[in-house]
């Protein structure tokens, strides 16, 4: 499995951005996706995840702010980021896991497979 993050980048408070996430290799089996983030100097924390009956979880932190979807057809998954605050600076990473039973918000021990992540600054 591999999973590519992009759309990354520089943005100024209030700004958005979307973050895509290319999915490939043995994914048919991966029912639960997600994002995550990490800081500098702080742990990794769940943004925003998929459930495999299609629910979602965030983080109390972004809610009404950021939106996940994901395109089954393009095996790829997004995180769209509206009204970003300064705080949202993070490395974010995309992950996948199979089968149900993570905890909500998402905590990354509970997922198994990770992307190389993608910078974003405001």
């Known amino acids: 499995v591999q999973l590519v993050e992009s759309g990354g980048g520089s943005v100024q408070a209030g700004g958005s951005l979307r973050l895509s996430c290319a999915a490939s290799g043995n994914t048919y089996r991966l029912n639960c996706l997600g994002w995550f983030r990490q800081a500098p100097g702080k742990e990794r924390e769940g943004v925003a995840a998929?459930?495999?009956?299609?629910?979602?979880s965030y983080a109390d932190s972004v809610k009404g702010r950021f939106t996940i979807s994901k395109d089954n057809a393009k095996n790829t998954l997004y995180l769209q980021m509206n009204s970003l605050k300064p705080e949202d600076t993070a490395m974010y990473y995309c992950a996948a896991r199979y089968g149900v039973g993570w905890r909500r918000p998402p905590v990354a021990d509970d997922w198994g497979y990770w992307g190389q992540g993608t910078q974003v600054t405001v």
């Open positions: 998929f459930d495999a009956d299609g629910s979602t």
